[in-house]
């Protein structure tokens, strides 16, 4: 659902989400408690309701999401250096040198 979300341009309702997801379609009512529940954890938000029915959206890119939920798991790591290393062991080269370059320039600018 937050892929769905995040390609879109706009808001959507449960009804287009379940249309944006391929494959075997969930029922709409488990969109809209699987929503809610993303709602509760912060990750989507209700925009508005209109005719077709309430909007939702992401609450964060899913490039901000992704580095949270990484910083997350990273902080119930009981050896952080460890979690660490084992990350960036599994990384490819240029993922490697991507980060080298981050780290020794503005890393706040994720262009």
């Known amino acids: 659902m937050l892929q ?49 029915g309430i909007r939702f959206a992401a609450t964060r890119t899913e490039a901000e999401h992704t580095g949270l939920a990484m910083l997350q798991r990273l902080s119930h790591a009981t050896d952080r250096e460890a979690a660490l290393m084992r990350f960036a062991g599994s990384l490819d080269a240029k993922d490697v040198a991507f980060l080298r370059q981050a780290i020794s320039t503005d890393i706040t600018d994720p262009q």
């Not at 995040?6 to 959507?12: K, L, R, V």
């Not at 990750?43 to 077709?52: K, L, Y």
């Open 4 to 52: 769905a979300l995040w390609a879109a341009a706009q808001p959507m309702t449960a009804r287009e989400i379940l249309e944006a997801i391929p494959g075997r379609t969930p029922a709409h009512t488990t969109v809209l408690t699987a929503l809610e529940r993303l709602r509760d954890k912060g990750d989507v938000e209700r925009i508005s309701a209109d005719a077709r």
